[in-house]
């Protein structure tokens, strides 16, 4: 019979030799903060503080422009200055939660050497390393799965203006919720007819350039647009694989080729060359044509795990994080916040707990000891929010109708 002590099937004693709370936050400080100490979701910060309602109202941050002094008569009292007031919208901060399990199915296969290296010179060593890799490996996929949920939040509010949490994006948990950054409708533009960059999109591939579309008129006109809200300092953010196809628009390939080859006498070959040039550097010439704005590619693949009643098994299926299909025109610097609410934390002395991202994600784990079974859970209540929605102008170049 075996008689296993419970540290068998507890790794946290394993690999760090002691289950407490202490402990545990020592490792997420000093071991897991290592890798993401360089947390970045473009444009978005965390918020300072942490709320302590689900709902919150996110205030839009304006392009101050400071305005000049008022001409008065001589002996006028002074006008004193007017507030624009603080606009925004309400949001109700979703709840994500994550966990792994160890059985004692899994905790065997975790521990199979200690027998075979029992005895055996640096053995228990060996042990204690895998356990401490498998510790790692474990913390490290709960809070990146996290991490990808608020970039997820981030590309879909920037290239939507909305976040849906439904079946395609949250197959095993709430539906149906929507979550919107209030863009005016004024910020966005719908080609249609032959004004539209393409006329027929198959299979994702778009082909037939419309017959009156000018794709650089339509760009310059949004970086005008934006100018006259008050925005100076503004780049373009589009979808990887829909970049590929933009850049390789004809009345755009013969733009960059004008500015280029200025005084090529052949223009099939000016065109040529730019076909041979790499997206980046087109881009780069785009960039400058359309007013000196650069552009941003966002390559960022999200996958969603479903089960799969005729296989019966999980299947992992991929998302595009950044809309394809749109062109955004989006503020320089902060444009957003990634807004928390506080986690409560129950004392239980059956549970260890560590905090990570300054309090934010709470990580708890409990053991059944007759089960021989440990959990490892996060839970982190928090949404990344646009503050800046109103100067953030939307192109579709393409309308099926």
């Not at 590309?155 to 539906?175: A, C, E, F, W, Y």
Request: contains cysteine.
């Amino acid at each position: 019979m075996n008689t296993y002590t419970p540290k068998f099937y507890d790794l946290l004693s394993l690999a760090l030799g002691s289950s407490d709370s202490y402990v545990l936050q020592s490792y997420l400080d000093n071991v897991m903060s290592s890798k993401y100490n360089e947390f970045s979701i473009p444009g978005f910060a965390w918020s300072e503080n942490m709320s302590p309602d689900f709902t919150v109202e996110v205030l839009y941050k304006n392009v101050d422009i400071i305005p000049m002094a008022q001409y008065v008569d001589l002996d006028s009292p002074a006008v004193p200055i007017g507030t624009s007031g603080m606009g925004g919208y309400t949001a109700k901060i979703p709840r994500m939660k994550l966990s792994e399990y160890y059985n004692e199915d899994k905790m065997r296969k975790v521990m199979l050497a200690e027998r075979k290296l029992n005895g055996l010179r640096d053995g228990a060593n060996d042990v204690i390393n895998a356990a401490r890799n498998t510790l790692f490996v474990t913390t490290d996929t709960l809070i990146g799965a996290h991490v990808n949920s608020l970039s997820y939040q981030r590309h879909q509010m920037v290239s939507r203006g909305v976040l849906d949490i439904n079946s395609t994006n949250n197959p095993m948990g709430v539906k149906d919720l929507r979550i919107e950054a209030k863009v005016p409708t004024k910020n966005v533009t719908t080609l249609k007819g032959t004004a539209r960059w393409w006329t027929s999109l198959s299979d994702g591939t778009y082909s037939t350039p419309g017959s009156t579309c000018d794709p650089v008129k339509d760009l310059k006109k949004m970086v005008r647009n934006a100018q006259l809200s008050g925005l100076r300092n503004m780049h373009f953010e589009l979808e990887y694989n829909y970049a590929e196809q933009v850049i390789e628009h004809p009345k755009i390939v013969a733009a960059i080729a004008a500015k280029i080859f200025i005084n090529a006498s052949n223009e099939d070959w000016a065109l040529a060359n730019v076909a041979n040039m790499d997206t980046d550097a087109k881009f780069e010439q785009l960039g400058k044509i359309v007013g000196g704005v650069p552009f941003r590619i966002i390559d960022h693949v999200s996958a969603v795990q479903k089960f799969n009643k005729d296989a019966q098994k999980l299947v992992s299926n991929q998302l595009d994080a950044f809309e394809p299909g749109v062109i955004v025109l989006v503020p320089d610097g902060q444009i957003g916040e990634i807004v928390p609410v506080e986690p409560i934390v129950v004392n239980d002395p059956a549970a260890t707990y560590g905090g990570f991202f300054d309090g934010r994600l709470l990580l708890t784990v409990t053991y059944d000891a007759s089960k021989k079974a440990q959990a490892y859970e996060t839970e982190l209540t928090a949404l990344s929010a646009p503050t800046m929605p109103q100067y953030m102008y939307y192109l579709y170049p393409y309308n099926a109708s």
